[in-house]
């Protein structure tokens, strides 16, 4: 997807998300029932970052044209004052700090997340630095069992030839 189209269906669904945490927030009797919305408005948002800091596969003059650099501008603050509506509503109805907890949660679940992905990275390496440490070690005791067979057989025809056959 294109960064345009991209910031356009971020900012699309980081509105619907707005709308749906508005008209659900009187009842909700939890976070958790506002949730996806939530959820929703985190990748609306994100998408509007992503296109905003995109910069390959856009044309030279469309990345720097006045209309591309104001819609990305817009666009951010639009998801961005969303995103403090959100944090208004949610603050108000469960309780301050509310939403700063919400975003602690995330930020550590996200960076848990790429701990993992790095340690299980750190592992497949190592497993396959082991894997090519193996092999090179068959490699080795094939080369030396051949090179064993080889003289071998050498041997037996050296001793064939001097016994007379």
Do not use: C, Y
């Given at each position: 997807?294109e960064p345009i189209s991209t910031a356009l269906a971020g900012i699309a669904l980081v509105q619907?998300?707005?709308?749906?945490?508005?008209?659900?927030?009187?009842?909700?009797?939890?976070?958790?029932?506002?949730?996806?919305?939530?959820?929703?408005?985190?990748?609306?948002?994100?998408?509007?970052?992503?296109?905003?800091?995109?910069?390959?596969?856009?044309?030279?003059?469309d990345q720097f044209g006045v209309g591309s650099v104001a819609r990305e501008m817009i666009d951010?603050?639009?998801?961005?004052?969303?995103?403090?509506?959100?944090?208004?509503?949610?603050?108000?109805?469960?309780?301050?700090?509310?939403?700063?907890?919400?975003?602690?949660?995330?930020?550590?679940?996200?960076?848990?997340?790429?701990?993992?992905?790095?340690?299980?990275?750190?592992?497949?390496?190592?497993?396959?630095?082991?894997?090519?440490?193996?092999?090179?070690?068959?490699?080795?005791?094939?080369?030396?069992?051949?090179v064993a067979i080889g003289a071998f057989i050498l041997m037996m025809v050296s001793v064939a030839?001097?016994?007379?056959?």
């Amino acid at each position: 997807m294109e960064p345009i189209s991209t910031a356009l269906a971020g900012i699309a669904l980081v509105q619907s998300a707005v709308a749906g945490i508005k008209s659900a927030i009187g009842t909700a009797n939890d976070i958790g029932a506002i949730a996806g919305q939530i959820d929703a408005l985190f990748t609306g948002q994100k998408q509007v970052n992503e296109a905003r800091n995109k910069k390959s596969g856009v044309g030279i003059t469309d990345q720097f044209g006045v209309g591309s650099v104001a819609r990305e501008m817009i666009d951010a603050k639009l998801a961005a004052e969303k995103l403090q509506e959100v944090a208004t509503m949610v603050d108000m109805r469960f309780g301050h700090g509310t939403w700063k907890g919400i975003l602690v949660e995330r930020q550590k679940r996200i960076q848990e997340a790429k701990e993992a992905a790095l340690k299980a990275k750190r592992k497949a390496l190592k497993e396959h630095e082991e894997m090519m440490d193996n092999v090179k070690i068959g490699l080795g005791i094939f080369f030396v069992l051949a090179v064993a067979i080889g003289a071998f057989i050498l041997m037996m025809v050296s001793v064939a030839k001097a016994v007379g056959m």
